[in-house]
Every structure is written in C-alpha cells, then in structure tokens.
T-cell receptor
Framework: GDSVTQMEGPVTLSEEAFLTINCTYT??????LFWYVQYPGEGLQLLLK?????DKGSNKGFEATYRKETTSFHLEKGSVQVSDSAVYFC????????????FGTGTRLTVIP | DTAVSQTPKYLVTQMGNDKSIKCEQN?????MYWYKQDSKKFLKIMFS???????INETVPNRFSPKSPDKAHLNLHINSLELGDSAVYFC??????????FGNGTRLTVT
C-alpha cells in the first residue's frame, strides 16, 4: 500500500544552518506530495505541495522537489531561523478519490540561536 | 474567525468513561476528518466524512463513533475509554481535493 518514510529526528541546528529533511514514498499511480508543519500546541498547517513529477513546492524559504525517479520529496531550507522550530510531516495523497492522506512519522526540528 | 475549531482542547478522564470531542469548520468544506496522533507524533487517519456520509473508516475500535449532524460538524464520541486511547486527536477539513485544514487538536488523557 501507499506509505511515506521520513528521516527520524530530532534534528537540532544552529540558526542560519542549512536544513534537509528526507522523505521517500511508496505509491501506486501518481500521488500528490505535501509537507505539513506543526508548531508547538497547534494543529498541522500545509507548508508546501507538489502534484506531479518535477514540480517544486516552495513557501517561507522552504523547498521540496517531487522526484519520481527516486520517489523522494526532500524538504530543504537554506538558512533556518529559531521560529522554524516545529515538527515537520511529509505526506502523500491517496489517488483513490477518498482524499486519504498518508503521513510520515514527523521530524522534530529545533533551531538554537 | 478560526477555520477549524475543536473542543475541548484538553480532556482528562478515567478509564471506562464515555466522552465526546466536537469539531466545527466554517470554511464551507464538504469533507471532514478525524486523525489520531500518538506520543511519537505518528499521525493516522481514523474517519472521513463527505457531505455527511462516511467514506473512510480505518481499523478503529467500534468504541469510537463519529457523528456528522451537518457538513460543518463532525463530532467524535468515544465509549468505555481505555488507557491506550490517550493521544492528541485532530479534526480536519477539505473541499473535495486536498489540502487539509487542521484544528489545533484535543489532548485526551485517560487515567
């Protein structure tokens, strides 16, 4: 079945460091891919998305490119800030029409000044 | 003007009790969901309703019963609570296609 695997955390970085959080997926058909972010005490928010191969999603300095050949959707940011500290979830949509989202286990990022 | 609101934010109760969590969305979306997030932050879908009709029902004990009185509401009722039910429960909504809009979660603690 469809699934998402993302790197385990926690990840701790200094401010202005480069961030990569790996995400790979297994799916039949052509899923859409998402990164969601969960700030402390809040619900998940959509960070970015890509709906087809080679699409690049970007938002708030974060980027991820839909790579069909490597079945990956790695999240990157060139210079992280303390305010980026959160849990990041990679997710994949189910194309059966049931609007089911498969989430990865989440990666906690802590950015220290 | 909260888009997806769920209440209560925190719920502490004893084993064996019955409790409900309410969810309302004011986005005009036609699909609503309940997700369970365990202590390791793993997020798993429980139910999905489209226009008040159940379309996803994952392997969830039948002690959990969703109720959708209208398109804007999807409440979660849990009977005979168990220790393992302790988690954060998230309501979400979408308009047919993704992405999802999440509520802020309800932290349920069963003692």
């Amino acid at each position: 079945g469809d699934s998402v695997t993302q790197m385990e955390g926690p990840v701790t970085l200094s401010e202005e460091a480069f961030l990569t959080i790996n995400c790979t997926y297994t799916a039949t058909g052509y899923p859409s891919l998402f990164w969601y972010v969960q700030y402390p005490g809040e619900g998940l928010q959509l960070l970015l998305k890509a709906t087809k191969a080679d699409d690049k999603g970007s938002n708030k300095g974060f980027e991820a490119t839909y790579r069909k050949e490597t079945t990956s959707f790695h999240l990157e940011k060139g210079s992280v800030q303390v305010s980026d500290s959160a849990v990041y979830f990679c997710a994949l949509s189910d194309q059966t029409g049931a609007n089911n989202l498969f989430f990865g286990t989440g990666t906690r990022l802590t950015v220290i000044p | 003007d909260t888009a997806v609101s769920q209440t209560p934010k925190y719920l502490v109760t004893q084993m064996g009790n019955d409790k409900s969590i309410k969810c309302e969305q004011n986005l005009g979306h036609d699909t609503m969901y309940w997700y369970k997030q365990d202590s390791k932050k793993f997020l798993k879908i429980m139910f999905s309703y489209n226009n008040k009709e159940l379309i996803i029902n994952e392997t969830v004990p039948n002690r959990f019963s969703p109720k959708s009185p209208d398109k804007a509401h999807l409440n979660l009722h849990i009977n005979s609570l168990e220790l393992g039910d302790s988690a954060v429960y998230f309501c979400a909504s979408s308009q047919s296609l993704l992405p999802l809009h999440f509520g802020n979660g309800t932290r349920l603690t069963v003692t």
